[in-house]
């Protein structure tokens, strides 16, 4: 590969907007998501965990203008029909947002295809993204590529979480960010609370983000949207009930996109402002 370093270097000074981002990444949902990220000025995802399919159907609708990212938890839902998938995928048509399915996927591979293309979710046909976790090793990224990657769907890589003691750390992080790379052509990123990559193509998504710091009962430890886009330089927040359950839900999503909006073009300010590296030619 010519010029790695050169590359690498210049990338992560120079591909700070989505829109440039979406010219250099390769896989093919991550160029989806960038797009629509720089077309609708949004980096915000919303964690729809809601147990009510109408409900969750109803606040898509209702929020869909402000979100790049609806992410559902199948599973939750008490009165799931086969209908759910096909309507979901109509309104992020609609309204120009992806579907995350956060399955977290952790088991063996051949289970693992199993639930991601069979039983009654059938997610494979209705979700854009998914995510696992790396312990039971690689085997769980090829098993879910073989399905996946044909229809150029995405995955996310579990290699940070925002609960209170998580344990990964270190070198659990490290061998994320390698097997990311490895498999590049399947994997679009990960769920981090922070820049884990300079790689334009891999998104990176925070989830546990308020306006303001705080922990909840049961160890869910919260950022502010400063912290993480502008200091830890991460791409996209995942807030949940900040606004599923605020008086006005679409009130507080035009909020916190606002907020998030600003907080990155702050970001993309500060490396503008940044004196270019003299970077060397090298060949590996």
Request: hydrophobic share 40%; aromatic share 8%.
């Amino acid at each position: 590969m010519k010029n790695s370093l050169a590359v690498s270097q210049m990338t992560l000074q120079t591909s700070y907007s989505f829109a440039a981002r979406e010219n250099l990444a390769q896989h093919p949902m991550a160029k989806k998501l960038l797009k629509i990220m720089a077309v609708k000025k949004t980096n915000l995802a919303l964690a729809a965990d809601m147990t009510c399919q109408e409900q969750l159907l109803q606040t898509a609708d209702e929020l869909g203008s402000e979100l790049c990212i609806l992410k559902t938890h199948v599973d939750l839902l008490e009165n799931f029909t086969p209908s759910f998938g096909s309507r979901l995928k109509a309104l992020a048509e609609k309204h120009n947002f992806l579907i995350f399915e956060d399955r977290k996927f952790a088991d063996i591979g051949q289970t693992v295809s199993l639930q991601y293309a069979k039983g009654m979710y059938r997610i494979v046909e209705w979700a854009d993204i998914i995510n696992a976790h790396i312990l039971p090793g690689p085997g769980i990224i090829e098993a879910l590529r073989q399905i996946g990657q044909p229809k150029g769907l995405g995955l996310l890589l579990l290699a940070e979480m925002s609960s209170f003691k998580t344990l990964a750390k270190g070198s659990y992080v490290k061998k994320a960010i390698q097997w990311a790379e490895h498999y590049s052509d399947f994997v679009m990123g990960f769920i981090s609370l922070r820049k884990l990559t300079a790689l334009p193509g891999m998104i990176h998504c925070t989830p546990g983000v308020k306006l303001q710091t705080g922990q909840d009962a049961l160890g869910q430890r919260y950022r502010t949207i400063e912290e993480v886009l502008k200091k830890n330089k991460s791409d996209l927040i995942i807030v949940g009930r900040d606004i599923t359950q605020a008086k006005d839900p679409l009130a507080s999503a035009k909020l916190y996109r606002q907020c998030a909006w600003h907080a990155t073009e702050e970001a993309w300010d500060l490396v503008k402002a940044q004196p270019k590296p003299i970077l060397e030619s090298r060949t590996v």
